[in-house]
């Protein structure tokens, strides 16, 4: 797979050339374009429990596309429901935990499966449920607004808004937490944070779905009334 990205930083496209037989795993949903001799299969990837697992307690599609080149080379354009950039990472070199929702696309070779981070909490939305990518190739990410990564040093501790993590090393220890009591839970805006240490690359989105959502719900018509001009 060779990926080159456009339009960055707002509205990110990947473009992703493959090798007549190459094949792509994606995300449900995530294709815009694609030329005319490439093929596309859906299924449950990894069988019927592993699937469960990951749209359930990741928050990804049920099922997942594979793309097969067919009759000579292919692309396929690939795009995120939210305007932001895109990441091409390289899973070789170790493991990496991604933010369920920032998942684009992946070469066969490498897994994608789900790991429970912590419960979202009855009166907050910031729960954190993390798809953990590994194997061998590469792997396109999304984020809501632009992307900021940070390298931690060893043993150099960051705070961050479960809102904002897009994805970070598998070996980083982490701690998923409240913000201060249950009053500023509620009320501080803030929610889950979780709190996370060196060495290793942390990848931040700069706008929160979660705070967009607090923001657009109550702007909504309400009642069936309509909203005024």
């Known amino acids: 797979m060779k990926t080159d990205v456009l339009y960055q930083p707002a509205f990110a496209l990947a473009r992703c050339a493959i090798e007549p037989g190459e094949q792509l795993r994606a995300e449900a949903g995530a ?20 699937s469960l697992k990951r749209s359930f307690l990741g928050g990804e599609s049920f099922f997942m596309n594979t793309f097969t080149a067919a009759d000579g080379p292919g692309e396929i354009l690939f795009g995120a429901a939210l305007p932001g950039d895109v990441r091409v990472l390289d899973v070789s070199p170790g493991p990496l935990m991604v933010q369920s ?31 953990r990518l590994e194997g061998r190739g590469q792997a396109v990410i999304a984020s809501y607004g632009a992307l900021h990564e940070m390298q931690l040093a060893a043993g150099q501790r ?31 805006g803030e929610g889950f944070v979780i709190d996370i240490e060196g060495p290793g690359s942390v990848l931040l989105q700069t706008r929160s779905q979660d705070a967009f959502l607090s923001w657009l719900v109550p702007q909504l018509p309400k009642n069936g009334g309509s909203s005024a001009t």
């Open 101 to 131: 929702g920032a998942f684009l696309v992946a070469e066969m070779d490498v897994n994608v499966d789900t790991k429970f981070s912590g419960g979202r909490g009855f009166f907050a939305t910031g729960g954190l449920f993390m798809l």
């Open 158 to 188: 960051y705070t961050i808004d479960t809102g904002h993590v897009v994805g970070f090393d598998a070996n980083m220890p982490y701690n998923l937490r409240r913000v201060g009591g249950l009053k500023s839970t509620l009320f501080s």
């Open 31 to 50: 294709m815009v374009a694609m030329s005319s001799n490439i093929e596309i299969q859906t299924s449950a990837t990894g069988g019927m429990l592993k």
